[in-house]
């Protein structure tokens, strides 16, 4: 069996029909917490070598990805750049739009903060339908950018068929934690 690290499902939130994944008893366990950190650091480390890190950089989106994504960036001494909801970057916000399983909304990045970086090694907690990491890779890709990686906390199994099916999420190598 699978260590869950103290993850548990809250069934029907926050709509009817969802099952969300309730992370805060991770969280609560400095232990787990720091063993997932640590995995994470590995399987970037494994996945990538070190000549790739040359202009690369970590990118999440708000809010939960941030949890996982600063203690990633300060173990590997790589930049952190920050996918904000509209409104929250101040310094020549670069703005796209995305739809997700539960709503549509605009998000935007710092965009002189990403002009200086190539490559990005994308980090959130969980990957459902993949739609947010789709429209992120399609924002960078507008900019001439590309993701090398995408790491997540856990993925829903039972979405796996329609993140197979995502044309926009093909080639792209993604690895999960648990």
């Given at each position: 069996m699978t260590q869950n690290y103290g993850l548990s499902i809250v069934k029907d939130y926050p709509i009817e029909g969802v099952n969300f994944i309730d992370i805060n008893g991770l969280l609560e366990k400095p232990e787990y917490f720091t063993a997932i950190i640590d995995?994470?650091?590995?399987?970037?480390?494994?996945a990538l070598p070190a000549e790739e890190w040359a202009k690369t950089a970590i990118i999440?989106?708000?809010?939960?990805?941030f949890l996982f994504s600063t203690p990633v960036?300060?173990?590997l001494a790589l930049p952190l750049l920050t996918i904000?909801?509209?409104?929250k970057?101040?310094?020549?916000?670069y703005r796209f739009h995305i739809t997700n399983e539960y709503t549509s909304y605009?998000?935007?990045?710092?965009g002189d903060l990403l002009d200086k970086y190539e490559k990005f090694i994308y980090v959130d907690d969980i990957l459902a339908t993949g739609q947010t990491l789709a429209a992120i890779k399609k924002a960078l890709q507008d900019k001439g950018k590309e993701i090398l990686l995408a790491v997540h906390l856990t993925a829903v199994e039972d979405l796996q068929p329609m993140r197979a099916a995502s044309k926009a999420l093909q080639n792209l190598i993604t690895k999960e934690m648990i």
């Open positions: 995995k994470f650091c590995e399987e970037i480390k494994k999440s989106p708000e809010s939960r990805g960036a300060y173990k904000r909801k509209k409104g970057i101040p310094n020549n916000p605009d998000m935007e990045m710092d």
